[in-house]
């Protein structure tokens, strides 16, 4: 088995690169999607995150209500780390679980948003980024996801820098162009991600 870390800073376009890896055989291990399910109602994640937070976080219907939550920590060090300290060991437990039904030759691909962040490269047997410039990252926020440009920036600078993501890269992957460019690199990293897995089966 490979375990492979994905990561790219917000709007680089990690998500599409995911996608790919999966429709070509990864196993997916989603860091973002597993952070939502860990916090859902009746859980002992959504539980102690209204303790730390207050009953303020939640929706009328009980769900945690991210955009609220997310105005307070993301501005803010200390929460933050607060609510990492929960969510984090939550995700992964998660996580080690998804992946130990993965087989021997299979290349595992955690997607992990704050990979570089959080200090977790030595976790993996190597780290595919994500990479498109700054302004084209900020353009795809505000153009396709509709995001305020304020907002935009302000998620960019809470998240590590392009060089500090590079610097943990073992294999990068630019997404600085049109969509019909990212295939063809996208399958070209995975043969070498499957040819090592392979290897190590």
Do not use: C
């Not at 994905?6 to 997916?28: N, W």
């Not at 992946?99 to 030595?122: F, I, Q, Y």
């Not at 690199?185 to 040819?195: F, I, M, P």
């Amino acid at each position: 088995m490979l375990k492979v870390g994905l990561t790219g800073g917000i709007g680089a376009g990690k998500s599409e690169v995911s996608r790919l890896f999966v429709s070509y055989g990864a196993v997916l291990v989603d860091a973002d999607r597993i952070a939502r399910e860990v916090v859902e109602p009746g859980t002992p994640g959504l539980a102690a995150v209204v303790e730390a937070f207050g009953e303020g976080v939640l929706t009328p219907e009980g769900a945690l209500d991210r955009p609220k939550l997310g105005s307070i920590v993301f501005s803010d060090a200390d929460r933050l780390a607060t609510l990492n300290a929960i969510v984090h060991p939550l995700v992964g437990a998660r996580s080690a679980e998804l992946e130990s039904r993965a087989g021997a030759g299979d290349v595992v691909v955690h997607d992990v948003p704050l990979l570089t962040e959080n200090g977790l490269a030595p976790l993996y047997d190597l780290v595919v980024v994500v990479d498109a410039s700054p302004e084209t990252r900020l353009d795809r926020l505000v153009r396709l996801r509709g995001m305020d440009e304020s907002e935009a920036r302000a998620r960019m600078a809470a998240q590590a820098t392009r060089a500090g993501r590079l610097a943990v890269a073992d294999l990068v992957i630019d997404n600085d162009g049109p969509l019909d460019e990212l295939e063809p690199q996208v399958r070209k990293v995975w043969e070498e991600l499957a040819r090592r897995a392979e290897a190590s089966a």
